[in-house]
T-cell receptor
Framework: GIQVEQSPPDLILQEGANSTLRCNFS?????LQWFHQNPWGQLINLFY???GTKQNGRLSATTVATERYSLLYISSSQTTDSGVYFC???????????FGEGTQLTVNP | NAGVTQTPKFQVLKTGQSMTLQCAQD?????MYWYRQDPGMGLRLIYY???????DKGEVPNGYNVSRLNKREFSLRLESAAPSQTSVYFC???????????FGEGSWLTVV
């Protein structure tokens, strides 16, 4: 099956800093999503982005499908951004969705 | 505006007991999934159903069975619970390949 690697595994920031999270995948995909898991365990959809660039407020994401990676940018981070960020990809050959191990983000005041 | 609904939210089982986690979606989605998430780890796929009437194994299917009861409902059964199955279980659904996946709020299961 497809392999998904996220980096860095852990990231600690001061409030107001910017950050970039990366997701590498090993095969062609028809689905790529970024999620934020909050401290209560809820998985919140951030972006559906199998290719191209999207922005939503302080967050933006870019997927370069031909080079098999996606980036999530967080600007002017806030303490409420803390949590785990997951990338999930769907292979073009089927319906399975595979998750990366996540990036644990801590934003300190 | 329910989306994906899982029950129960919390459950404690004794080793060897059986139970069923229920999942229902009201978005007319074709595909449904069960994932488990162990502490500090990502989500691992247990079983999925690409469409009504079909089910397939994911990465970690041992010790579980599933039933796609109809288009709306996808249940996960533990026949003989083991402590290694202590985890948070998430149900998810998606219209089809290349669409946004939606998750339920999770079911916290502890096996003692």
């Amino acid at each position: 099956g497809i392999q998904v690697e996220q980096s860095p595994p852990d990231l600690i920031l001061q409030e107001g800093a910017n950050s970039t999270l990366r997701c590498n995948f090993s095969d062609s995909v028809n689905n790529l999503q970024w999620f934020h898991q909050n401290p209560w365990g809820q998985l919140i959809n951030l972006f559906y982005i199998p290719s191209g660039t999207k922005q939503n407020g302080r967050l933006s994401a870019t997927t370069v499908a031909t080079e098999r990676y996606s980036l999530l940018y967080i600007s002017s981070s806030q303490t409420t951004d803390s949590g785990v960020y997951f990338c999930a990809v769907g292979e073009t050959s089927g319906s399975r969705l595979t998750f990366g191990e996540g990036t644990q983000l801590t934003v300190n005041p | 505006n329910a989306g994906v609904t899982q029950t129960p939210k919390f459950q404690v089982l004794k080793t060897g007991q059986s139970m069923t986690l229920q999942c229902a979606q009201d978005m007319n989605h074709n595909s449904m999934y069960w994932y488990r998430q162990d502490p500090g780890m990502g989500l691992r796929l247990i079983y999925y159903s690409a469409s009504e009437g079909t089910t397939d194994k994911g990465e970690v299917p041992n010790g579980y069975n599933v039933s796609r009861l109809n288009k709306r409902e996808f249940s996960l059964r533990l026949e003989s619970a083991a402590p290694s199955q202590t985890s948070v279980y998430f149900c998810a659904s998606v219209r089809g390949p290349g669409n946004t996946i939606y998750f339920g709020e999770g079911s916290w299961l502890t096996v003692v």
